[in-house]
């Protein structure tokens, strides 16, 4: 990379975390009528001719499987058990977790699967998904992740598990912003006593888009203790994170690397996608197994929710 490329990119990190430009970072930026035009078909790449921005080289690499045997172990698949409730649909809870970090309580919503009730001594793998800036924790239900995964589960593709969707309060960088703090300390724990959980590692995962895929990325990097699997959708590394990445993924032993899952719209904000590039090509550099998706499409809701079946299927897919 030159040196001319090396200063552009640091230049569009650096403003990528100032302030003037997080405050509308999740706002559609395109019209519906081109917003419409995006395909739904999956597809992998590490270059693109659209666009005159830097891309990837080199080929993904397979995601590495988690190695360490868990002491608890997931139910049956669904398509062994002929309780009706399989194509009933799941359900939400509602509620806050209050805590000293916080001038508010942080509210939440929880997925259960189908026939969590009807199934009291099953326990279940958890995923984390964090919402964007300027919207809460209804954004992952607005985009249909409930109706995907009941849609996976009655169909057999997946096992059952537990939807997590924290709100993030605050749009400052982690180091001033405890949430990231009180999902670790406080929720998780908290998620674990009250749901029937999988709480290994290797049943827990966190994924967010915009903003929180930048905090899934923060947190899947140095919390990999507490989590086997994060994905970034349309992924903004937080620019105060980036000093810390290298030295988080050499603190990482392989064996126990999570998976990881990266994706953006082939138009989205460049600032954006110089970040999601600087991060995949880290990963790349350093031999680290991953997935790397570029699709059609804009950074807006609407590109989201064509993908949050492929997402939830790649969340899954290690349960």
């Known amino acids: 990379m030159s040196k001319i490329v090396l200063f552009s990119l ?33 597809q992998t790449v590490t270059t693109a001719t659209s666009s005159p921005l830097p891309r990837p080289t080199a080929s993904p690499t ?85 109706e995907a995964a009941d849609a996976l589960v009655a169909d057999g593709e997946v096992n059952p598990f537990i939807i997590v969707m924290p709100r993030d309060r605050s749009w400052d960088a ?12 406080a929720l998780i724990p908290f998620i674990d006593e009250t749901y029937r959980t999988l709480p290994e590692r290797e049943y827990r995962a966190i994924g967010g888009l915009s903003r929180g895929a930048g905090w899934a990325i923060h947190l899947g990097l140095s919390r990999w203790d507490l989590f086997g699997a994060f994905g970034g959708h349309s992924p903004p590394v937080f620019w105060s994170d980036t000093r810390w990445v290298r030295s988080w993924l ?14 953006i719209g082939e138009k989205d904000r460049e600032t954006i996608m110089l970040s999601a590039l600087w991060f995949e090509n880290l990963l790349n550099e350093q031999g680290i197994p991953h997935e790397w998706y570029l699709f059609p499409g804009y950074h807006d809701e609407a590109y989201w929710s064509v993908h949050v079946m492929d997402y939830l299927r790649w969340y899954a897919a290690g349960w």
């Open 10 to 42: 640091l230049l569009a990190l650096c403003l990528a975390g100032c302030d003037s430009s997080i405050t509308s970072i999740d706002q559609p930026t395109t019209p519906a009528t081109a917003r419409s035009s995006q395909s739904p078909t999956r």
């Open 62 to 146: 397979p995601t590495r499987s988690p190695t360490l045997a868990p002491t608890l172990t997931a139910s049956p698949s669904p398509t062994a058990t002929p309780l009706t409730c399989w194509s009933q649909g799941g359900r939400f809870e509602h509620g806050s977790l209050r805590s000293d970090l916080l001038k508010l309580p942080m509210e939440y919503s929880v997925y259960l699967p189908p026939c969590y009730d009807q199934q009291p001594d099953r326990r279940y793998p958890v995923l984390y998904m964090i919402h964007g800036m300027s919207y809460n924790h209804d954004q992952w239900d607005r985009l249909g992740a409930d």
């Open 174 to 185: 982690p180091e001033a912003d405890p949430f990231g703090q009180v999902l670790v300390d």
């Open 250 to 263: 050499a603190a990482i032993p392989p064996e126990s690397m999570p998976r990881i899952y990266l994706d």
